[in-house]
C-alpha cells in the first residue's frame, strides 16, 4: 500500500512562515491535496492540484510538489491557521491520507 | 452552494450493520462523484470509498468485504452501510463531494458536518 508521511506537529510564530511536508513514494509524479481541519469542525480544502487554491483560501497558503515531497506554505501565519493539516493523493484508484500535522502558532 | 448532511443511528451494536445517508442540496448529485471519509476519535482521516454518478463503486481494501455505498438520485442522497462493526469502527462519519476530472486528480471539495458514530453493546 502507499504511504504518505506527515511531521506529527509544527510550531510557528504569528506572521512568520509555516512550511508542512508530506512525504510519499515518487510523490511528485502524483498530485497532492491538503485540507485543513480546525478543531471540532469539518476539514476544509485548502490545496488542490500541488498549487491550486480553491475560492476562499487566503493568497497566503501555497503549495509545491517535487520529488518525493509535497510541501504546504503558510505566509505571514495567523492564529486562526491554528488547526491540523492532512495531505493526500491517489494511488491508482484509491485514496490514501497522511497522517496528519498539528500547526501550533504561538 | 452546495451542502451535505449526514444522518443516521449514533450507536450501532457490535456485529451489527452501520447505516448513514448523505442528503445533497444545492445541486444534483447526478453531476459530480460522492465519497465516505471516516475519522476515529482522536484520529486522523481514513477514506472509506466513493461512488460515481454512474452508481459504479470503490472502497478501500481495507474495508471492501464490509462496506457497500449507493445512490439515490430521485433523494439527492447517497448512504453508507458497514457491516459486521466492532469498536474499531467508531468514528465521525463525514459525507464528501469528489470534483475534477479524472483518477489523480479529484478531490474532496464540501464535506458535511459529521456524524459521530459510537459502536457499543
Known amino acids: 500500500s502507499y504511504d504518505l508521511t506527515q511531521p506529527p506537529s509544527v510550531s510557528v510564530s504569528p506572521g512568520q512562515t509555516a512550511s508542512i511536508t508530506c512525504s510519499g513514494d515518487?510523490?511528485?509524479?502524483?498530485?497532492a491535496f491538503w485540507y485543513q481541519q480546525r478543531p471540532g469542525q469539518s476539514p476544509v480544502l485548502v490545496m488542490y492540484q500541488d498549487s491550486k487554491r480553491p475560492s476562499g483560501i487566503p493568497e497566503r497558503f501555497s503549495g509545491s510538489n517535487s520529488g518525493s515531497t509535497a510541501t504546504l506554505t503558510i505566509s505571514g501565519t495567523q492564529a486562526m491557521d491554528e488547526a491540523d493539516y492532512y495531505c493526500?493523493?491517489?494511488?491508482?484508484?484509491?485514496?490514501?491520507f497522511g497522517g496528519g500535522t498539528k500547526l501550533t502558532v504561538l | 452552494q452546495v451542502q451535505l448532511q449526514e444522518s443516521g443511528p449514533g450507536l450501532v451494536k457490535p456485529s451489527e450493520t452501520l447505516s448513514l445517508t448523505c442528503s445533497v442540496s444545492?445541486?444534483?448529485?447526478?453531476?459530480?462523484?460522492w465519497s465516505w471519509i471516516r475519522q476515529p476519535p482522536g484520529k486522523g482521516l481514513e477514506w472509506i470509498g466513493y461512488?460515481?454518478?454512474?452508481?459504479?463503486?470503490d472502497y478501500n481494501p481495507s474495508l471492501n468485504s464490509r462496506v457497500t455505498i449507493s445512490l439515490d438520485s430521485s433523494k439527492n442522497q447517497f448512504s453508507l452501510k458497514l457491516s459486521s462493526v466492532t469498536a474499531a469502527d467508531t468514528a465521525v462519519y463525514y459525507c464528501?463531494?469528489?470534483?475534477?476530472?479524472?483518477?489523480?486528480?479529484?478531490?474532496?471539495?464540501?464535506w458535511g458536518q459529521g456524524s459521530l458514530v459510537t459502536v457499543s453493546s
Open positions: 444545492g445541486g444534483s448529485i447526478s453531476e459530480y462523484y
Open positions: 515518487n510523490l511528485g509524479d502524483k498530485y
Open positions: 461512488i460515481f454518478n454512474s452508481g459504479s463503486t
Open positions: 493526500q493523493a491517489w494511488d491508482s484508484s484509491t485514496v490514501v
Open positions: 464528501a463531494r469528489v470534483s475534477g476530472t479524472s483518477f489523480g486528480s479529484l478531490y474532496f471539495d464540501f
